[in-house]
């Protein structure tokens, strides 16, 4: 059984370019969550999808942003127009059942930096 | 408020010494849960323990035990016997009546041999 993973695990890119990161969850997980963790900080919530519909998304998720998981199973996260602000570890996350107090299992992260 | 306050923002042990990592919480939901997750420096977010509001039973699993304090709103690790495998920045977090995990901003574990 393998875990969730993402890729690319690291990416640097130039201020105004366009990034996308791919998470593929564990399989057959219904949830799959976006976090961004800044340096010395947890992770916070960006965004979460049930199957393929987007149920919420975090204020912290500018217009820049934008989140797809188009069969309900991987899902992209892309950055338009990078700032050096969004530098950061962007983080995956999957889980099965109805969500609320199930346990959320975590890839390995890609590691963000715009220079 | 939701948040979830982890004051030690690092902490050095020598191996074979036990530490306790703290963890202070707030919420005013009656139904909630706790996690405790360990992020070593490859950056994954490994899961070691989840708990719900209702059961204030402590845990212990191996070296690792918990205490969860409803009084005090705490729930806090104990590693047993720090190994330097232990070393890693660990993560306390709480899940209100939502999906989304609202995460402390960690304390970092050096185990020195």
């Known amino acids: 059984d393998t875990g969730v993973s993402q890729d690319p695990r690291h990416k640097i890119t130039k201020r105004g370019q366009n990034v996308t990161f791919r998470c593929d969850p564990i399989?057959?997980?219904?949830?799959l969550y976006w976090y961004r963790q800044t340096l010395g900080q947890g992770p916070e919530f960006l965004t979460y999808f049930q199957n393929e519909a987007q149920l919420e998304k975090s204020r912290l998720l500018s217009d820049r942003f934008s989140a797809e998981r188009p069969k309900g199973s991987f899902s992209t996260l892309e950055i338009q127009r990078t700032e050096q602000g969004d530098s950061a570890m962007y983080l995956c996350?999957?889980?099965?059942?109805?969500?609320?107090?199930?346990?959320?299992?975590f890839g390995p992260g890609t590691r963000l930096l715009v220079l | 408020a939701q948040k979830v306050t982890q004051a030690q923002t690092e902490i050095s042990v020598v191996e074979k010494e036990d530490v306790t990592l703290d963890c202070v919480y707030e919420t005013r939901d009656t139904t909630y849960y706790l996690f405790w997750y360990k992020q070593p420096p490859s950056g994954e977010l490994v899961f070691l323990i989840r708990?719900?509001?209702?059961?204030?039973q402590n845990e212990i699993s191996g070296r690792y035990s918990w205490n969860f304090q409803k009084s005090t709103s705490s729930f806090n690790f104990t590693i047993t016997a720090s190994q330097v495998v232990d070393s890693a920045v660990y993560f306390c977090?709480?899940?209100?009546?939502?999906?989304?995990?609202?995460f402390g901003t960690g304390t970092r574990l050096q185990v020195f041999p």
């Open positions: 708990r719900n509001s209702f059961d204030e």
């Open positions: 399989s057959e997980h219904n949830r």
């Open positions: 996350a999957s889980t099965a059942g109805p969500g609320v107090g199930e346990t959320q299992y």
């Open positions: 977090a709480l899940m209100r009546n939502t999906d989304k995990l609202i």
